[in-house]
């Protein structure tokens, strides 16, 4: 079974914080994304990263950004946390090349900013 | 990405059939139907895609119209673990950006 784990359940955050999420996927997928979910909005892309090293904003980058040095691993990170960055976050990965590619996901971790 | 239409809710008796529909009207003919569905507090889970021919695996049947602007998920015997949003989604095989997520269909099973 494809297998994503994010760093945490459930983090709690000051404002002003740095705070790192980190996704870990046992696939040897190429790709791998960030979303976040809120309640009535769905899930909305942050980041997403096609390779080692290469990333690409997704729909809502600001006040994130992401680090991808291992291919299995893929960081989200606060530079400075905020209230109305309070959500659930999401981590996927997926293959890359031909076919349909159905994304997996890792159970999520809810992040509280107070 | 072709846009897709979920009844908000539907409810479903333990040990029936759940039949949730989509409509995709506009979709392209190299695209694909996938569906997920998110528990309470959990990551999406994939269930089922398809092209245009109808496809089952252990999870689910997926059966798409002849014209392909529309599908229905059907889980056959559901149970109470069932219940959960369900998300039909269009997209280009080997597109390696996101998935586009709407609001689904809350499915509830009862008792």
């Known amino acids: 079974d494809v297998k994503v784990t994010q760093s945490s359940r459930y983090l709690v955050k000051r404002t002003g914080e740095k705070v790192f999420l980190e996704c870990v996927q046992d696939?040897?997928?190429?790709?791998m994304f960030w979303y976040r979910q809120d309640p009535g909005l769905g899930l909305r892309l942050i980041y997403f990263s096609y390779d080692v090293k290469m990333k690409e904003k997704g729909d809502i980058p600001e006040g994130y950004s992401v680090s991808r040095e291992k291919k299995e691993r893929f960081s989200l990170i606060l530079e400075s946390a905020s209230t109305n960055q309070t959500s659930m976050y999401l981590c996927?990965?997926?293959?890359?090349?031909?076919?349909?590619?159905?994304?997996?996901f890792g159970p999520g971790t809810r992040l509280t900013v107070t | 990405d072709a846009k897709t239409t979920q009844p908000p809710s539907m409810d479903c008796a333990e040990g029936r059939a759940a039949n949730l529909p989509c409509n995709h009207s506009t979709i392209s003919g190299n695209e694909y139907v996938y569906w997920y569905r998110q528990i309470h507090s959990q990551g999406p889970q994939y269930i089922i895609h398809g092209l245009k021919n109808n496809e089952t695996n252990e999870m689910a049947s997926l059966i798409i119209t002849e014209d392909r602007k529309s599908s229905t998920l059907i889980l056959p015997h559901a149970t109470l673990r069932d219940t959960a949003v369900y998300y039909c989604?269009?997209?280009?095989?080997?597109?390696?950006?996101?998935?586009?997520f709407g609001a689904g269909t809350r499915l509830t099973v009862k008792p």
């Open positions: 696939m040897d997928h190429e790709n």
């Open positions: 989604i269009v997209r280009v095989a080997g597109d390696n950006n996101d998935m586009r």
């Open positions: 996927a990965s997926s293959q890359t090349g031909f076919g349909t590619h159905e994304q997996y």
